[in-house]
């Protein structure tokens, strides 16, 4: 009995962890890619200019960009239990980050 209730609470601490998230994993290795891609394109840029820019692109993609909800996420998936999850994100925002440069190399 004790077990299946430690079980119980476990399951529902993870649900209750995993809600805290403000995007999906798709939408944070997308936002993730789309930063690395405006920090290669603006070097120049100050760091308000670069959150605008990618706030431009990503809600071209129908993301709304929010520098606090992001560093929220990334904190959360820095958690060792997201480890498998990570290695997916890793790739998926490589791939998010290429196909930025592509589309927008000659524009900024």
Do not use: H
């Not at 690395?36 to 959150?51: K, N, Y």
């Not at 239990?81 to 592509?102: D, H, P, S």
């Amino acid at each position: 009995m004790r077990g299946l209730l430690a079980g119980v609470l476990f399951c529902l601490a993870a649900a209750v962890q995993a809600a805290d998230f403000n995007y999906s994993l798709e939408q944070f290795a997308l936002i993730s890619g789309y930063e690395g891609c405006v920090r290669q394109l603006g070097s120049g840029m100050s760091a308000g200019q670069r959150d605008a820019l990618s706030d431009t692109l990503l809600r071209g993609k129908g993301i709304s960009y929010q520098p606090r909800r992001v560093a929220n996420d990334r904190r959360l998936w820095a958690y060792p239990e997201y480890a498998n999850q990570r290695r997916l994100l890793g790739y998926m925002t490589e791939a998010y980050r290429q196909e930025c440069l592509e589309q927008n190399q000659g524009r900024y």
